[in-house]
């Protein structure tokens, strides 16, 4: 039996299971990381977030001078993945709230595999400033049958954001199944966005993830949206409100970073107590 | 924001979010067992066990002489079940988990709105006895474009178990659409189980509950199961070894109840934190 302290926590929808292990003492597996994250015989989560101390851990020890913690991010499957941005808005939730960090005015830094970010802590919401999207050119994805022009979006992660969709088409469309797409574009598979106008920088999306299906907010997907909509507007710095099936984000690009803000809650701490696996 | 203590915990696949509340004290809504069931804003379960003494709940005080503790059951939908075998499994392992009572050579009396029931505690296993299976006439159910003929079982809950399956059928059958049934026969909707012979008295199968789709494990299919596979070998009594996709579970007909046995384990403890709902 495993018994570790851990805590759940959602962004938008995006859910976490958080395990505390300032010393980096748990031996985390990517079968334990499968079991904790089993949404019925587990706790169940989209992925799971070590709190550790940058110092304490080898894939950021490098950066122990700069961010005392370390956001050591699972996916639900056990893999490893370098960056969600909803899940370092929750990370930096759980730390403020567990009294492990205070809001820094200048945005708290945090080590991840894909280097040093920074989150900034509002009332109800917390802003992540990730690295900023990188636009490509135009390509199509088929969803329910229709073929959707796009923009191609770089965010660490692929994305191809298809904008100019009706209201009633967003809200109708099934996304049951994978979209088609270019795959001389995007040979490891791509994240799909579907967009409808609300108002002036003010957009509803929905997202196909690849390897997950529809799900209710992709932090990544609504910045590479947001990018799209601010280059069509002729900008390239400004916010724009993206609402997502799990919320509303708010994407800011001020020409440095791509700030995704939105609200970050705990909902539960607790202790697993989990079979041995291996 | 409510706070209330928790468990989570499954048999065989089928989990429950347990609120202790012995005294009858949480004012639990529609709403609150939809906000604790929901899987990414929530803890997330099939449904939620509310353990409370008979004496103080309404629905229970009639048994309070009989059973100390009343089953409440609601399903993930807010709404309310009368019963559910694995559920007064996994009930009874948090019942003896935390103290609550100890094991009953004659089988722990548990109040449900369905009844008392009784329950058997192993050192793995955890068996309810719950009310036999009434066994009906022939229909039929189209599943993945094909006319799967089978028996109408009464379990409280409509159920239709189609049996003669080969393996290999059983194992690739599309359950992701609900089956086509006789409505004239099920006119508030069926259960329906298709089942693989695998050796004498032990089958396999896979069910599609309605109202949610396939599922790892049904007690009252399983149960439903047991009867037709005794029936066929021209019993009215004895035990059948059911593996379900989330398990292994052996039903026993013993003339007077039907026993279910199988796996209920406690996977956390701890506290929630969930938005007021109304």
Redesign the interface.
């Known amino acids: 039996m495993v018994r570790m302290e851990?805590a759940?926590g959602?962004g938008t929808?995006?859910?976490f299971v958080i395990l505390p292990d300032p010393d980096g003492r748990l031996a985390l597996t990517p079968a334990l990381v499968a079991a904790v994250c089993d949404?019925?015989?587990?706790?169940?989560a989209?992925g799971v977030l070590r709190v550790v101390r940058s110092a304490k851990h080898p894939d950021a020890s490098g950066y122990a001078g700069e961010a005392e913690w370390f956001m050591d991010y699972w996916n639900a499957d056990g893999s490893i993945a370098e960056m969600c941005g909803n899940g370092v808005r929750v990370f930096t939730r759980y730390l403020v709230d567990a009294g492990l960090a205070s809001a820094d005015p200048g945005g708290l830094p945090l080590a991840t595999r894909a280097g040093v970010v920074r989150a900034r802590v509002g009332e109800q919401e917390i802003s992540a400033g990730l690295a900023p999207p990188r636009l490509g050119g135009p390509s199509t994805a088929t969803v329910d049958g229709q073929d959707f022009s796009g923009t191609v979006v770089d965010c660490g992660n692929p994305h191809l954001v298809c904008t100019g969709l009706s209201g009633d088409r967003l809200s109708t469309l099934d996304l049951s199944r994978p979209p088609g797409y270019d795959a001389s574009v995007f040979p490891s598979g791509v994240n799909v966005e579907l967009v409808s106008t609300v108002a002036e920088r003010h957009v509803r999306m929905r997202v196909h993830e690849r390897g997950s299906g529809e799900t209710?907010s992709c932090g990544s997907g609504a910045c590479a949206v947001a990018a799209v909509v601010l280059r069509d507007a002729g900008l390239d710095t400004g916010t724009v409100t993206v609402d997502v099936p799990?919320g509303r984000l708010v994407v800011t690009l001020d020409g440095d970073a791509c700030w995704l803000a939105g609200p970050a809650?705990?909902?539960?701490?607790?202790?697993?107590?989990?079979?041995t696996v291996r």
Request: charged share 25%; no cysteine; net charge positive.
């Open positions: 851990f759940k959602h929808g995006n859910d949404r019925r015989r587990g706790i169940g989209d209710l799990g809650v705990i909902v539960a701490t607790g202790t697993a107590h989990l079979p």
